[in-house]
């Protein structure tokens, strides 16, 4: 089956610090790449959506600015977060979905971030 | 407005077979999934529906009727790992991917 690779799994850092994560769609063209939030015991909450070559779609509420996302190839999107602050802590997942709208999402692993 | 409801908890015996529903309310229809998902850890794909009927994979099976907004999932010989969050999403009119809130499944041996 299609295979996501997220990376890191998991990461602790001090506040005011910038984290990137990697996406990566290993066996397959991610035409668009998507990301997420999660709290504990909540639902997943889209943050943003993007495709190949192009500006990420944010849903409202979530700072650009704050969350760059870069999709610069069919097979990896990055999302940094930008000086990083307590709040931000949280379980990060993306996931990726090839051509046609019948195509699922596939999730990566996801990252859970805690900012100290 | 798009709305996806299913049941917030639910619990069931080790062996035995549990229903979760799914109804939505979305402006178009281009395909319906499922979704489990492990306290902690990101989500696996279940199953798609986008034509009316029953698609079964295994101990699973997954129901549509279009015409009624409805979907189900049937979990059948129900094992202690089958302990998970399960999400309906369905994708609308312009394919974007609305998710339901999740039915927490607790397996009681």
């Known amino acids: 089956g299609a295979v996501v690779s997220q990376h890191p799994s998991w990461v602790i850092c001090k506040s005011g610090t910038s984290v990137k994560i990697e996406c990566r769609s290993l066996?397959?063209?991610?035409?668009?790449m998507f990301w997420y939030r999660q709290f504990p015991k909540q639902s997943l909450m889209l943050m943003a959506t993007?495709?190949?070559?192009?500006?990420?779609?944010?849903e409202q509420g979530v700072e650009k600015d704050k969350f760059l996302i870069n999709h610069a190839s069919l097979t990896l999107s990055t999302l940094t977060v930008t000086s990083a602050h307590p709040e931000d802590s949280s379980f990060y997942i993306c996931?990726?979905?090839?051509?046609?709208?019948?195509?699922?999402?596939?999730f990566g692993d996801g990252t859970r971030l805690s900012i100290l | 407005g798009q709305n996806i409801d299913q049941p917030t908890e639910m619990t069931a015996t080790e062996g035995a077979i549990v229903q979760i529903n799914c109804t939505y309310q979305?402006?178009?229809?281009?395909?319906l999934f499922w979704y489990q998902q492990h306290a902690g850890e990101a989500p696996t794909f279940l199953s798609y529906?986008?034509l009316d009927g029953l698609e079964e994979k295994g101990r699973f099976s997954s129901f549509l009727s279009r015409s009624k907004g409805y979907s189900y999932l049937l979990l059948k010989e129900l094992q202690m790992k089958d302990s998970a969050s399960y999400l309906c999403?369905?994708?609308?009119?312009?394919?974007?991917?609305?998710w339901g809130a999740g039915t927490k499944l607790i397996i009681k041996p």
């Open positions: 996931s990726a979905t090839g051509q046609g709208g019948s195509q699922p999402q596939h």
């Open positions: 066996d397959f063209q991610a035409t668009t």
């Open positions: 993007s495709n190949e070559g192009s500006k990420a779609t944010y």
């Open positions: 979305t402006s178009g229809f281009n395909g």
């Open positions: 529906n986008v």
């Open positions: 999403a369905v994708k609308d009119s312009n394919y974007q991917l609305i």
